[in-house]
C-alpha cells in the first residue's frame, strides 16, 4: 500500500526537483550535486530543506496517537513516520519547493491525479481526488509540502488535516 502512495507521489517529486535545478546555473565545477545521495545513504534535501524537518515525531505521535517508532528520510523527497498504536501506521511528509513551484505542482496533481478539492490551510491547499482527505498538499509562505498516510485506506484520517495545519503555521 506505501508503495502505491509513492508511485502516485514520485513523478510529482520529480518534477519538483527538476524544476529546481533547472533554474540554477552556474559554474557546474563549484556548486555541489544536491540531488547526490548524503553520506547517511539518505536522498539529499533539496537546498537546506529537509522533509524530515518540517515537524517533530512528538508532534506527529501528539496527533495520530501512539508512538513514533521511527522516522527517516524516504526516496521521493518524503519523511516516513512509522507509528504503533496509532490511528495510521505510516504518515509521510513531503517537501516539494518553495511558492515558484505551486502552480506546477498544482497542474501535475490535477492532471495525474484527478480533480483537486480546496481546503482552507496555508495561503492555499488541496486534496487529490485518488486520496480524498487523506493527502493535503499546501503552499504556506514560500514552502510547498504534503501530508499523508502512507498506507492506503477508504478511511479518512482527520489527523492528516490537523498535522498539514501545524506544519503551515510553523512554516509560514
Known amino acids: ?45 533539496t537546498g537546506d530543506v529537509s522533509p524530515c524537518d518540517l515537524t517533530t515525531e512528538e508532534t506527529v505521535a501528539e496527533v495520530f496517537g501512539g508512538t513514533v517508532e521511527s522516522a527517516a528520510e524516504g526516496e521521493a523527497r518524503n519523511c516516513e513516520y512509522t507509528l504503533s498504536g496509532a490511528s495510521v501506521m505510516l504518515v509521510e511528509v513531503y517537501y516539494f519547493g518553495t511558492a515558484d513551484d505551486w502552480d506546477a505542482l498544482k497542474a501535475g496533481y490535477e492532471a495525474n491525479r484527478g480533480p483537486l478539492t480546496p481546503v482552507d490551510l496555508g495561503d492555499e491547499a488541496f486534496y487529490p481526488g485518488d486520496l480524498l482527505q487523506n493527502e493535503h498538499v499546501v503552499l504556506a509562505g514560500d514552502t510547498v509540502f504534503a501530508v499523508g498516510v502512507g498506507d492506503f485506506t ?19
Open 1 to 45: 500500500m506505501m508503495l502505491l502512495m509513492r508511485r502516485f507521489l514520485a513523478p510529482f517529486a520529480l518534477v519538483a526537483v527538476l524544476s529546481l535545478t533547472a533554474c540554477g546555473g552556474g559554474d557546474s565545477e563549484t556548486e555541489s550535486d544536491e540531488s547526490a545521495p548524503s553520506d547517511t545513504g539518505q536522498p539529499a534535501s
Open 154 to 172: 477508504t478511511e479518512i484520517s482527520p489527523g492528516i488535516a490537523e498535522l498539514a495545519g501545524i506544519i503551515a503555521g510553523e512554516v509560514d
